[in-house]
């Protein structure tokens, strides 16, 4: 019964085994394919940098919100539609976000993805500051009361301080998701590229340009799809390896 | 990360620095995927001839750029076929469709080296509502008596994201089975109930490319790319013609498609709205697409008549004077913006 | 003296509410923030909402057949799809994944568990386009392989539900083992040592008394799981061939909700077209909602999110 168990381990992981070796196996290293893996990766960096930006301090006030500021009626729909969005597949956040900010602003961009992933992200950093906040010891809320701090300096000064790492954790985790986020972006940051003189030259990020290379039959697409996987299963791993070190300080 | 949004507030800031003489006016469309390396080639070109004009294309399929459209997100559509009249009241507003070059859809297949293939649009049809269903059947093998057709089943591949290849390949197959008109539909929206759904024309050669006995309809210019071979269709007179430059030019003579040449060729279209509140962005669009219709042909010249169709095609004479005429309608105000000889 | 770890008391923090600009500030930025979440789940579900009742045709919803050309707007095929993966997924993806927990959490030794942990947590972080492309390039043609090594030539020539649930499967496993080995490591050691001091073997013991007392918390992770399933886009897309079809078959192609929304949301101008897939990214929000409400009653109170 144990090699049952050990065998379910192994099957587990299995997959993940053969991803990379199939990407190590195709992986072609062209210079126009470096150059494609460098300038796709920047879009992702600067995606997940946009995200991050809008959700962080949503989030994070969001959550102090939750914790500390609201009182309980308003606690239990604001959890409640917390939950919810959280829940919401990402390709139909796209598709809202597709209505509202790429048809009245006019077109594809980056941050049009940016928003689609931030609202993806924001209850993940809401619930777990919020998660976080509660989790401080009493005796530091007890010191602020009696230093007589104004709220915000004791929410700001304390209590977040106290809980940082947490937060830094769950923001690499958002920064780690973002980067391999292909559904939201499917209608905001658009997996085509302007075309003329004037066309913004921003390249797509990681995933989509997997996405599109995926269906290309030719061997060089084919390389290309790997080389770009393995950029991104790289950046996804050195990220989620932070937030789980960030986590660890944080205990 | 605005791009276009701070692009559009640049323009409009640097537009009332700079005054009314030199104004950089931008133009966005959308729409079409099948023509877009062409159109970008345009673009670079008349951003040469007409540098205060600057274009932006993007090719996110024919709906995509008629939904852009109808929002007003773009200033122009682009289409693989003449808009229907649901896409028009969606509009709301009159446009042209104004052809601007001939594209030409082909069946390509993996018969394993397999050259020379003979379908006509019967069999075709057949294929894709799943009457027939192996590549030695009788049909199929009286319509290539000296092909050494291999017993493998078919496989046929078409476009799970409907598009413009999707709409010509069953209008052009409609008029000879019912079957079809009756299963599939005709349109972007019809559904094949057998085969295989592929994404993009990409993915279409893929699925070929890698699945022995499969057929799929994608543009030629893909197709070859490929290396995939393409059928000769039957031509409405008996006889069987490969997509080559002839061929295609000879079946797009008129704006109705007619039974000469190759059959599964089609003007594709800008879509360009009449009425234009901006006269110096009317002006400016009327000037762009009057250029592609007549001097931007020039680059689709070449190529011998007896080649497979490479790219797109120029406008045969009597398209490219409808053309012309159509441009006439656009209007800004009470004015025309081109004066049509 | 013992003090309960709760919040200060919120009246006295009330009390303490002065009239300085920076506590107000604060007070309605997080009013504004903190409702950003609710309000845009209302926003999205009224969006959606209104283009479905506006141009939507009665009942043409339900019917077995999706023909946009011939004006068949029936969603029925799509929710067939979906749910036949997501089950087929999880009917794999949960035995798999809580061996796999109990693995790591009762039969491994200490570092090996520790590793594990680590490399499970890494697969769970796989994009899903990634485990896509591993699908479309590796799975589709080796089922494919396998299928006519048996003998039968699947019309789908690997594309399809099988391809779908295994490509689920992959990706449903990590999170469920992750989970599930949260729930059994917090168990208390006393169902472990009892039994084992009564006589019983380790799997006695695993079977009769820690997954039973554990089953909460796993069904948690199981509706957890299924969630995500129901809700997985790019990677099902990728791999199930894009035929709707209603009943559908192993060896055919198939389509799934979210894979209709890829491949058909960009293209549709019918306004019936658009309230089609409005309505289906309707149900999908209502699939992720009810499964994640299933998920936190069951485990209520425990600290299950992903």
């Not at chain 1, 993805?113 to 777990?128: D, F, K, N, R």
């Not at chain 2, 537009?15 to 729409?31: N, Y």
């Not at chain 3, 107000?24 to 926003?43: K, T």
Request: net charge positive; with cysteine.
């Amino acid at each position: 019964m144990s090699m049952v168990a050990l065998a379910s381990m192994v099957l587990a992981l299995a997959p993940f085994a053969a991803m990379v070796a199939h990407a190590l196996a195709t992986v072609r290293l062209s210079a126009a394919i470096v150059g494609a893996c460098a300038s796709a990766l920047l879009a992702s960096l600067q995606l997940s940098l946009i995200t991050v930006a809008i959700a962080l301090p949503v989030g994070v006030i969001a959550g102090m919100f939750i914790a500390e500021l609201a009182g309980p009626q308003a606690v239990r729909w604001v959890v409640l539609g917390h939950d919810t969005l959280a829940s919401i597949p990402p390709i139909v956040l796209g598709m809202f976000v597709y209505a509202v900010v790429v048809l009245p602003l006019g077109g594809f961009s980056l941050f049009a993805g940016a928003v689609a992933l931030a609202l993806s992200a924001i209850p993940t950093i809401a619930l777990s500051s919020a998660e976080l906040l509660r989790l401080v010891s009493p005796s530091i809320r007890e010191a602020t009361l009696g230093l007589g701090l104004p709220r915000h300096r004791a929410l700001f000064l304390v209590l977040l301080r106290a809980v940082l790492p947490g937060v830094a954790s769950v923001v690499a985790l958002t920064f780690a998701r973002a980067l391999g986020e292909v559904g939201a972006l499917l209608f905001t940051a658009g997996s085509s590229r302007w075309l003329g003189a004037s066309a913004p030259t921003a390249a797509s990020p990681l995933p989509l340009e997997i996405f599109v290379a995926v269906q290309s039959p030719s061997a060089d697409s084919q390389g290309r799809a790997a080389a770009m996987t393995l950029t991104l299963l790289l950046l996804v791993s050195v990220s989620s390896g932070c937030s789980r070190l960030l986590r660890s300080v944080n205990r | 990360m605005f791009e276009l949004t701070r692009r559009r507030l640049l323009v409009a800031a640097s537009t009332g620095l700079i005054g009314a003489c030199s104004r950089t006016i931008e133009l966005f469309g959308s729409g079409a995927t099948l023509p877009a390396q062409q159109y970008a080639a345009w673009l670079a070109a008349y951003a040469v001839e007409a540098p205060q004009v600057r274009i932006a294309y993007l090719p996110i399929g024919s709906g995509g750029g008629i939904r852009q459209l109808a929002h007003g997100t773009v200033d122009f559509g682009a289409s693989d076929v003449e808009i229907d009249p649901s896409e028009r009241t969606l509009l709301a507003r009159e446009v042209i469709s104004l052809p601007t070059a001939i594209i030409a859809v082909g069946v390509c297949y993996n018969l394993g080296g397999v050259e020379g293939l003979r379908l006509s649009r019967r069999v075709c049809a057949a294929i894709y509502v799943g009457e027939i269903t192996s590549w030695r059947d009788a049909a199929i093998l009286a319509e290539n008596p000296g092909i050494n057709l291999p017993n493998l089943p078919i496989a046929p591949v078409f476009r799970a994201d409907g598009g413009g290849s999707t709409a010509l390949f069953t209008s052009r197959l409609a008029s000879e089975s019912s079957a079809l008109r009756e299963r599939v539909g005709v349109g972007r929206g019809a559904r094949f109930s057998v085969g295989i759904g592929a994404r993009g024309s990409d993915g279409v050669v893929d699925l070929v490319a890698n699945i022995p006995g499969a057929v799929g309809y994608v543009e030629v210019v893909h197709a070859l790319r490929a290396g995939l071979p393409v059928a000769a269709l039957d031509d409405g007179h008996g006889g069987f013609v490969a997509p080559t430059r002839a061929a295609v030019l000879v079946a797009c003579q008129a704006r109705e498609p007619i039974e000469r040449g190759y059959p599964l060729s089609s003007p594709t279209y800008l879509v360009v709205p009449k009425k234009w509140s901006d006269p110096a962005k009317g002006a400016a669009m009327a000037r762009f697409s009057y250029w592609v219709v007549t001097a931007g042909q020039a680059s689709l010249d070449g190529g011998a008549a007896e080649e497979l169709a490479a790219s797109l095609l120029p406008l045969p004479a009597p398209l490219a004077a409808f053309a012309r005429a159509e441009l006439g309608q656009l209007t800004s105000g009470a004015t025309r913006l081109l004066a049509i000889d | 003296m013992s003090r309960p770890s709760h919040p200060p008391d919120v009246s006295a923090a009330r009390l303490q509410r002065s009239i300085n600009l920076p506590d107000r500030a604060l007070s309605l930025f997080g009013n504004v923030f903190g409702f950003v979440a609710p309000v845009v789940v209302l926003a999205i579900i009224a969006n959606l909402a209104s283009v479905v009742i506006a141009d939507a045709e009665g009942s043409a919803f339900l019917s077995t057949s999706w023909n946009p050309a011939r004006g068949h707007f029936g969603v029925l095929p799509f929710l067939m799809g979906t749910v036949v993966t997501a089950t087929v997924a999880m009917a794999i993806a949960l035995p798999i994944g809580v061996l796999a927990a109990v693995y790591l959490a009762e039969v491994a030794a200490p570092k090996v568990a520790r590793v594990g942990a680590v490399l499970l947590e890494l697969v769970a972080a796989t994009p899903a386009v990634v485990v896509g492309l591993w699908g479309r390039s590796v799975l589709v043609p080796e089922l494919n392989d396998l299928s006519r090594l048996v003998g039968s030539a699947p019309e789908g020539h690997g594309f399809g539900i099988v391809a779908a649930s295994l490509v689920l499967a992959t990706m449903t496993i990590p999170t469920i083992a992750t989970v599930s080995r949260a729930i059994l490591r917090a168990l208390p050691n006393e169902l472990r040592e009892g039994p084992m001091a009564l006589g019983a073997t380790q799997w006695e013991t695993i079977r009769s008394v820690l997954l039973p007392s554990a089953r909460r918390g796993l069904l948690a992770a199981a509706a957890l799981g299924f969630g995500r399933a129901l809700g997985e886009t790019i990677a099902v897309s990728m791999v199930i061939g894009g035929r709707p079809s209603l009943l559908p078959s192993w060896g055919a192609p198939s389509a799934t909700v979210s894979s209709v929304l890829v491949d058909e949301v960009l293209d549709a101008t019918h306004p019936n077209h658009i309230a089609a897939l409005a309505a289906l990214a309707l149900v999908l929000l209502v699939f992720g909602a009810l499964t994640s409400a299933g998920a936190r009653v069951l485990s209520r109170g425990d600290a299950v999110r992903a």
